[in-house]
């Protein structure tokens, strides 16, 4: 089946069977079951395992012309943070035409990857990958930004998603049962860049903007995430031929690696989900806030090869770089007479403030939230938490009726941690799968940790509300 205006659609399809989140009743004709708005790699995962279930009905819109992960930040020489089992399917369907290893032996390089012994694959063969497994589906519809939906009582209630074919501006209007958001994050700068915004640039345009910083005689990085710690480490390499000087200013009290000793590495489970979910909601608030070195920190191994190039220069007296720790940047203003930036610092510990002139500026100041203007017209149809944030459903809906509308990675204050990992995506994507089918297509694993995060049920536990004690 061929949707109007689009290139490169067509349909999966499975039989409908019992369940109580279950299918929803056979939409009539030209709804569709689902539309997934957005293609980064949750989207795509849910496409890749949705292709062979035959009889649903699904469409994926994506406003770019073609896939790129995180084009600003595809740094040379920078991995995965997850081994490639991590990929888009193989946690869900070992057994998938679209694992990694499948990839690998179509293109020829099974033994060469076999031989290699690199488990975290290169961010730039991530993204070959995730481009080889698109040129295999047809349910995806390029170049499609969607700018509004809306809901329809007709035809058993369903959504009608509209907008504008990017490169034609020819406007296209799709319907479907249910909706699968995956729009990713938004760049966030501090509060206080606002006024000077136009001249920040943030990590995730690194790469297009490097040259442009590279022309400048001093550069601070700001941040000290997996991103900030690339771009010094890629700038620092580069400093010599370029004689700019780089600091590198960071809020952490430390540059704190990202902890994945294995323990921990089971919080990254539907285990710690569920233990995550059934707390109160300040609660879970409290835990995130306390867990940065779980997913914000940097890979050992790249804080030891930027001390070791930071001796190395020392050692042959071009030492032109300066890290500091507990600033937090509070004031930035640009100069556009003498095209700097005034940056302003409070280091709480010592009680002082201090400003800093740079020429150049970048922001790896994380991304937030993406709660797309689309969803304007069904608002009243989605649950919010008081912060204004999607309140998501254990299945990850997000509507009323806990069945219709689902998200990827915008559950961080909800499932916890494992909102933005990849290796959580088929888990994510096979109970969003259930809930549109129905039927449990891939196992869900329920239980993989050793340990128990809540306190165990048995008799050799006997547990007593803190009031009684
Ligand atoms: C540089 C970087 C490296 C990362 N590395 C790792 C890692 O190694 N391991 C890990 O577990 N996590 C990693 N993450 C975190 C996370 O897994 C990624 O951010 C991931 O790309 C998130 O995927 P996504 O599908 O949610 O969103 P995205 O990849 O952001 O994709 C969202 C898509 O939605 C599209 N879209 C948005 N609005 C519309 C609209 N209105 N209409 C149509 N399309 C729209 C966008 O064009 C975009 O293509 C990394 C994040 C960053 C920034």
């Given amino acids: 089946m061929v949707l109007p205006g689009s290139s490169r659609n067509a349909f999966v399809s499975m039989p409908n069977t019992q369940s109580k989140a279950g299918p929803r009743p056979t939409p009539g004709s030209g709804v569709l079951d689902f539309i997934a708005i957005g293609l980064g790699p949750f989207n795509l995962s849910l496409a890749c395992l949705a292709e062979p279930i035959g009889d649903l009905h699904g469409l994926f819109l994506e406003r770019n012309e073609d896939f790129d992960w ?43 990857y076999y031989i290699r012994e690199r488990f975290y694959l290169s961010r730039a063969e991530y993204n070959r990958y995730c481009k080889w497994a698109i040129g295999q589906l047809s349910s995806i519809a390029f170049g499609s930004q969607v700018e509004r939906v809306e809901y329809v009582e007709r035809d058993g209630g369903h959504y009608v998603v509209s907008g504008r074919h990017v490169r034609t501006g020819a406007p296209f209007v799709h319907r479907a049962a249910r909706l699968v958001i995956g729009v990713g994050s938004v760049p966030q700068l501090p509060p206080c860049c606002e006024a000077a915004r136009e001249h920040c640039i943030h990590s995730a345009h690194y790469v297009a903007r490097k040259r442009e910083l590279q022309g400048k005689r001093s550069i601070a990085v700001i941040g000290s995430g997996q991103s900030a710690a690339e771009i010094f480490y890629d700038l620092l390499k580069e400093s010599d031929e370029h004689d700019y000087s780089l600091t590198w200013i960071t809020r952490s009290p430390r540059f ?4 994945n000793t294995k323990l921990t590495l089971e919080m990254i489970s539907p285990d710690y989900i569920d233990y995550f979910y059934n707390l109160p909601d300040h609660v879970r608030e409290g835990i995130i806030a ?9 890979n050992a191994s790249l804080i030891n090869q930027i001390y070791d190039l930071l001796d190395d220069r020392r050692s042959r007296g071009r030492n032109h770089a300066r890290l500091i720790t507990n600033s937090e940047l509070t004031g930035c203003h640009y100069d556009r007479a003498g095209e700097r930036f005034q940056l302003r610092f409070v280091q709480r510990d010592e009680g002082v403030q201090y400003a800093h002139a740079t020429d150049g500026a970048i922001f790896a100041t994380g991304y937030g939230q993406n709660v797309p203007g689309f969803i304007d017209g069904i608002r009243e149809r989605i649950r919010w938490d008081d912060r204004g944030r999607y309140r998501l459903s254990r299945n990850y809906a997000i509507d009323v ?3 219709d509308i689902f998200v990827q990675n915008a559950g961080l204050y909800s499932h916890g941690l494992t909102n933005p990992d990849l290796g959580m995506s088929c888990y994510r994507n096979s109970c969003i799968l259930r809930e549109l089918t129905g039927v449990e297509h891939y196992k869900i694993e329920r239980r993989i940790a050793l340990q128990d995060f809540s306190v165990p049920d048995t008799d050799a536990f006997v547990k007593a509300p803190l009031e009684t004690q």
């Fill in 70 to 112: 995180h084009p600003g930040m595809l740094i040379d020489d920078t991995t995965l943070q997850n081994p490639f089992l991590a990929d888009l399917v193989s946690l869900a369907d070992p057994k998938s035409q679209f694992s990694f290893l499948n990839y690998c032996k179509q293109e020829g390089k099974l033994y060469a």
């Fill in 401 to 403: 009726n806990e069945r």
């Fill in 290 to 298: 306390r867990q940065d070195s779980l997913y914000k920190g940097v």
């Fill in 256 to 259: 704190f690696q990202m902890e």
